[in-house]
């Protein structure tokens, strides 16, 4: 130990520098390697309910602003229909406005066997905020499942139909078709009821920018027959009706309006061309949903 000591002493500044640089890196590297296992946190466990209520909390805690400014952000922005939250979609809840962590604690909570009794039981799922359910509450709809059961039991469910009329149907027809569930057949109704009908298969995609195969399954089972167009009478119509018309709007339909009043009355269709604003484009579009009678 001594000779080491001397020889230590012995040694040129720079080289004592050198010996002690490399001394402190391995104590570095030595209480790196004891203490590792206090670093090595194990993940938060999901699937256990408790743990999962505990790290939400402490989650909302500490993020209270963020969570609360999401939760209203996503609730602006959701066209809300009435659901069932024991047999919704995982698109459909997503439609809603929940995020995607909370439709998957949403399923796992269904296969494992839990089951909605009452709109109260969806504000015990976990992350949703008050917002959120207060928002939701109203359009919860929860089916008598004992009465599902009994009837099913009693009358086999109806197999897919081969063609649905868009323009004369139910939602309740429409979603037996194959991938229409309760959130695309309230956006094609709604379309439809805004238009007055479709009169072509392309304005579907007015309704929701379907994929591909969806669109592809949707021209072949929706048959669309014109004359059950809901027509606006154009010699009667308020301006308030014709600028709820999707292919209108305000500006047009005060121009309308105002061409009506000089005219008197339109004694044909094609005098709308006429209308300031007008084009050929818009004038094909609006002409089929417009009557003169």
Do not use: C
Request: aromatic content about 10%.
């Amino acid at each position: 130990m001594k000779k080491i000591i001397q020889s230590f002493i012995n040694y040129s500044t720079l080289e004592k520098r050198g010996i002690l640089a490399l001394l402190a890196i391995i104590i570095l590297l030595l209480l790196s390697l004891f203490t590792m296992p206090y670093w090595n946190k194990q993940p938060i466990d999901y699937t256990e309910d408790s743990t999962l209520v505990v790290a939400w909390e402490a989650y909302k805690q500490s993020h209270s602003t963020t969570i609360e400014a999401d939760s209203k952000n996503l609730i602006s922005k959701t066209e809300l229909f009435y659901f069932d939250p024991n047999t919704l979609d995982s698109t459909s809840f997503l439609s809603l406005g929940l995020t995607p962590k909370q439709v998957k604690l949403l399923l796992n909570w269904r296969r494992k066997g839990k089951v909605f009794k009452n709109k109260e039981d969806f504000s015990k799922l976990y992350t949703l905020t008050i917002e959120q359910y207060e928002h939701l509450a109203p359009y919860i709809k929860i089916t008598n499942q004992n009465t599902v059961n009994t009837f099913n039991n009693r009358f086999p469910s109806k197999p897919e139909p081969d063609h649905v009329a868009i323009n004369t149907t139910d939602s309740a027809t429409l979603v037996q078709l194959k991938g229409i569930g309760p959130f695309f057949a309230h956006k094609l109704l709604s379309r439809r009821d805004k238009l007055g009908g479709y009169i072509k298969h392309e304005q579907l995609l007015e309704a929701y920018k379907f994929p591909d195969s969806l669109y592809t399954l949707l021209k072949n089972k929706l048959v669309i027959n014109p004359h059950h167009l809901k027509k606006i009478k154009i010699n009667l119509a308020t301006e308030e009706q014709l600028k709820s018309h999707p292919y209108i709007g305000e500006k047009l339909a005060h121009h309308i309006i105002l061409y009506r009043e000089n005219l008197k009355q339109f004694e044909k269709i094609e005098q709308l061309r006429q209308v300031p604003l007008m084009n050929e484009e818009i004038y094909r579009k609006i002409a089929p949903y417009l009557s003169i009678e």
